[in-house]
């Protein structure tokens, strides 16, 4: 089925480990945006993609890697967890354009204990 | 610095009656386009409406419709007869030119919650 994917849905991890939350789209979009969804501050921008291999730092991304080797797929890796990274964290993919909508995926809700 | 500012936390609108969600914006590009977008407590976020920095009119998408007036940069939803679905959380947000890499960004406000009461 077309859309966008994002696993897992849930994650309990240690502070100090690493993780990676996966995203996949079947769109062939060209951008991809990871952002993090706390409450009071509603969605920040950690890093997005303009297309494979061009990627850009957002509002938040101390703490975060991306890389974007293909198109279909936006990997955010949590380098070495800590509490404050306990967050829900949504992806989403788009056109290039203006007026181009980003679709959004189910979100993963990672907690860092 | 915030480039969308969303003022109001918390809403209350009555059941059939209209209700207007307050967005305000910041940027320096000409070209950029303004979305909402609404997110029920089931989590997921759902596409509202669209509205382009060089439309002549306001965007309407069925009993959604924004209020853009340009020169204040506001670009306010209004929620017409409000059903008790409508209750939910609602982001404004921004896609304009990053600056720092050259391509298109998305920033969004912290949004308001809506409560439609029967």
């Known amino acids: 089925d077309a859309g966008i994917t994002q696993s897992p849905r849930y994650k309990i991890t240690e502070t100090g480990r690493q993780v990676t939350l996966m995203c996949h789209q079947t769109w062939s979009h060209s951008y991809m945006f990871w952002y993090r969804q706390d409450l009071g501050h509603g969605l920040r921008l950690i890093y997005y993609s303009a297309a494979a291999d061009i990627t850009d730092k957002g509002e938040v991304p101390d703490g975060y890697v991306v890389s974007r080797s293909k198109t279909e797929n936006f990997p955010l890796t949590l380098e070495s967890a800590t509490r404050s990274q306990t967050s829900v964290y949504f992806c989403?993919?788009?056109?290039?354009?203006?007026?181009?909508?980003?679709?959004f995926g189910n979100g993963t809700r990672l907690t860092v204990t | 610095a915030q480039k969308i500012t969303q003022t109001q936390p918390g809403m209350f609108v009555q059941e059939k009656e209209a209700v207007t969600l307050d967005c305000t914006y910041d940027t320096s590009d000409p070209s950029y386009g303004l979305f909402w977008y609404k997110q029920p407590s089931s989590g997921e976020m759902i596409f509202l409406i669209y509205q382009g920095s060089y439309d002549q009119q306001n965007a309407t998408e069925g009993r959604y419709s924004l209020n853009f007036q340009k020169a204040r940069k506001s670009a306010n939803l209004v929620i017409s007869a409000s059903q008790l679905g409508d209750s939910a959380m609602y982001f404004c947000a921004m896609r304009d030119l990053s600056f720092s890499g050259g391509y298109q960004k998305v920033t969004f406000g912290i949004g308001t919650k809506l409560q439609v009461i029967p």
């Open positions: 989403a993919s788009s056109e290039n354009g203006y007026n181009s909508p980003l679709h």
